[in-house]
């Protein structure tokens, strides 16, 4: 892996000391390890996350012996850094040597970031209080990693971060609720609510594709979201009658996306809950390369090839010292007597499943993901929000996601609940605030203060 390439690196002419401290951490990193509930993820990740701390800590002790040029580079699923000319201080290497996405929901009484209803950029189908859910408990939790706290999203902030940035969601429906989210994060913190403008990009021919994105002039930065499903390119062919029929080309990424490396600074990818639909899932006549339509591929392996088509596609054209990548993991749904289009329901649930025992069961997409981004020469920051939303059954827009005139006063049976999207405010909140986190340990401006908030 090319993290253990890095370790090697780093550690080319090391010191007595530092050989005898790397070691010393090789043995506590291991004991921990064996010690550790680590049965619901991959190997690789596994494996991974060991890695992390080693090089965490070739990186930390290297860094004694000069101050300038240091550079922090940990696994696809820990936080990257480059800090030039000083030392990165010890709540950022604290973050760095924490898996964030390892943690539990705690109850949290402060307000959300944005008031319920109050953004106009929450699609309706994402505005639960909107749509008259009645209850609010759901909106009084806060993520908390084990071994390590984050700070609190702070809108003003974030803006300067961004300032005169493009930062670009690239994805499905999910990551659209985390665009919405994160948009109306940083809304809420400006005076002038009128100083964020809304814009449309050309609508693509095919019905899965789009553009749509939001100036905050003040700052001279957008935050854009490209519809992509699958992230490589849907087509058609003609079948032996002449009629069109849908496919999806493995080999060829999405032309939209194309457009993304050249002026964006920070790419946020996801794919998916659409290769569970039932054609996808099915994989007949569907999947093409070049010419070839396969008559039948197993779902699992076309996945494989569309993510390396991504890779390739990320590793040729986007420069990874300029631009950041990110690829957000699968969120969970949570459907109850059936599936989203078979009476699946999660209506009545309000509060998180407490149980940290439960697991979701870990997608085999995720563990895809893990080994091609470990394969990349780009370095892509893996948020593996699976583990946080396991938990998070009440979350989902459930029945709320029409309002109440559509709807009816109770659930119509046959109706279909959403059980895979998020209320906004809601859950996608914490991954923006991740993400905050991320960032602020990335430009070295995360301070020892700012952590010790959330204690």
Known sequence: MADLKNLFLITKHPSTAQILLTSLFFFISLFLLSSSPLTDFSHSLVVSSFTSRLLTAANFFSSSASDSNTIYSVSPSSIRVKSESKKMDSASKELTSCDIFDGTWVSDESDPIYSPGYCPFVEDKFNCFKNGRPDSGFLRHRWQPHGCSVPRFDGDKMLKILRG?????????????????????????????????????????????????????????????????????????????????????????????????????????????????????????????????YEKLEVKEAYTKALHTWADWVDSSINGTRTRVFFVGYSSSHFRRGAWNAGGQCDGETRPIENETYTGGYPWMMKVVESVISDMKTPVFYMNITKMTWYRVDGHPSVYRQPVEIRGSSPASGMFQDCSHWCLPGVPDSWNQLLYATLLVSRGSLSYKSLGSLM
């Open 165 to 293: 940035k493009r930062l670009v969601f690239v994805g499905d429906s999910l990551n659209r609720n985390m665009w919405e989210s994160l948009v109306c994060s940083l809304r809420s913190t400006l005076e002038d609510k009128n100083r964020v403008s809304r814009v449309f990009g050309k609508q693509s021919s095919l019905h899965n594709e789009g553009f749509y994105g939001f100036r905050f002039r003040d700052f001279e930065c957008s935050i854009d979201f490209i519809k992509s499903p699958f992230l490589v390119q849907e087509s058609e062919v003609l079948d032996v009658y002449g009629k069109r029929k849908e496919t999806l080309r493995l080999d060829m990424i999405q032309e939209s996306i194309t457009k993304v490396y050249r002026n964006a600074d920070i790419v946020i990818f996801n794919t998916g809950h659409w290769w569970t639909h039932q054609k996808t899932n099915e994989g007949k006549d569907y999947f093409q390369e070049g010419n070839k339509v």
